[in-house]
Nanobody, 129 residues
Framework: QVQLAESGGGLVQAGGSLILSCAASGGTFSYNHMGWFRQAPGKAREFVAAISWSGGRTSYADSVNGRCSIFRDNGKNTVYLQMNSLKPEDSAVYYC??????????????????????WGPGTQVLISS
């Protein structure tokens, strides 16, 4: 059983930056692909970014591509999401997720919640205009 715990959320002014962290425990972190989703009030949960178990492959949603960077430290069992040039529409609860499978998915498959096995409780990000 994998447990995920996000941190780093908070209130940031538009145009600012933020780094979210997700610490994993249980399972073997270095075997797991990791991802980030977000959910704004009244909206469906949406894919943000994902990184392969090795860190060698990443995928991003079009809405954040060029503004976000996902990276991981397998020695610390932690995945990070750095977000720059933040916009009010980036406000959401951000969820960390993981899956243990050898193959890397397409952007379409990675974007599906059903691709992923474990979820953290989320961390709130609010961007003020």
């Amino acid at each position: 059983q994998v447990q995920l715990a996000e941190s780093g959320g908070g209130l940031v002014q538009a145009g600012g930056s933020l780094i979210l962290s997700c610490a994993a425990s249980g399972g073997t972190f270095s075997y797991n692909h990791m991802g980030w989703f977000r959910q704004a009030p009244g909206k469906a949960r949406e894919f943000v970014a994902a990184i392969s178990w090795s860190g060698g492959r990443t995928s991003y949603a079009d809405s954040v591509n060029g503004r976000c960077s996902i990276f991981r430290d397998n020695g610390k069992n932690t995945v990070y999401l750095q977000m720059n040039s933040l916009k009010p529409e980036d406000s959401a609860v951000y969820y960390c997720t993981s899956v243990s499978r050898p193959e890397w998915g397409t952007l379409r498959s990675l974007s599906a919640q059903t691709y992923w096995d474990y979820w953290g409780p989320g961390t709130q990000v609010l961007i003020s205009s």
